[in-house]
């Protein structure tokens, strides 16, 4: 029933269509809860934790495309270091 449950959310709601099967709480490997049977401290936990994985994907990608800016801007193309490129705007 529950995985029933599952599938009308994911059917029904666009929203849904993406919920995963299961959940890994942080800090546990070998441990996966069945989405079916996720409480909402297991939810809040698991948002907790993927927050914070994203926070930390934007900030690297910022520096990446500021990177990439810098590099663009010290007069780098291509195959050019982007790092010595971007370092040639540092007095």
């Given at each position: 029933m529950r995985q029933n449950d599952l599938k009308r959310l994911r059917e029904h709601r666009y929203e849904l269509?993406?919920?995963p099967d299961?959940?890994?709480?942080?800090?546990?490997t070998l441990h996966a809860t069945p989405i079916a049977e996720a409480t909402?401290?297991?939810?809040?936990?698991t948002i907790?934790?993927?927050d914070a994985e994203?926070?930390?994907?934007?900030?690297?990608l910022r520096a990446l495309r500021r990177l990439y800016e810098l590099a663009r801007e010290g007069?780098?193309?291509?195959?050019?270091?982007?790092?010595?490129a971007a370092a040639r705007g540092l007095k």
């Open positions: 269509r993406a919920l299961t959940l890994t709480q942080p800090g546990v909402l401290d297991d939810l809040a936990i907790m934790d993927l994203v926070n930390a994907l934007t900030e690297r007069g780098a193309r291509g195959r050019d270091l982007a790092l010595k």
